[in-house]
Nanobody
């Protein structure tokens, strides 16, 4: 079955950096665009960043543009999210998703990111 497993979350001070990873199995990884979403307590899940199946195109929410970078390694079936200049408002559970058609088809279980002020 399809599995997406996120890792790399944790507690960091404001201004710090984290790198999230999402390892995929059970699917033809290189055929799927991949997205990162996040959900803060009491808020709806929101799009953070996306990358095309080849890695040639990337997309970002305005709130993270210039601070976060999405990338992928199709030889390792892994997508990454490099997060720099973190802010307390970046605190959330971060999820990766494999996009089928126009919407996420598969989700990971999430990894917690907490940014202290």
């Amino acid at each position: 079955q399809v599995q997406l497993v996120e890792s790399g979350g944790g507690l960091v001070q404001a201004g710090g950096s984290l790198r999230l990873s999402c390892a995929a199995s059970g699917l033809t990884f290189g055929s799927y665009p991949m997205d990162w979403f996040r959900q803060a307590p009491g808020k709806e899940r929101e799009f953070v960043a996306g990358i095309s199946n080849s890695g040639g195109s990337t997309y970002y929410a305005d709130s993270v543009k210039g601070r976060f970078t999405i990338s992928r390694d199709n030889t390792k079936n892994t997508v990454y999210l490099q997060m720099n200049s973190l802010k307390p408002e970046d605190t959330a559970v971060y999820y990766c998703a494999a996009v089928g058609g126009t919407a996420p088809a598969y989700w990971g279980q999430g990894t917690q990111v907490t940014v202290s002020s």
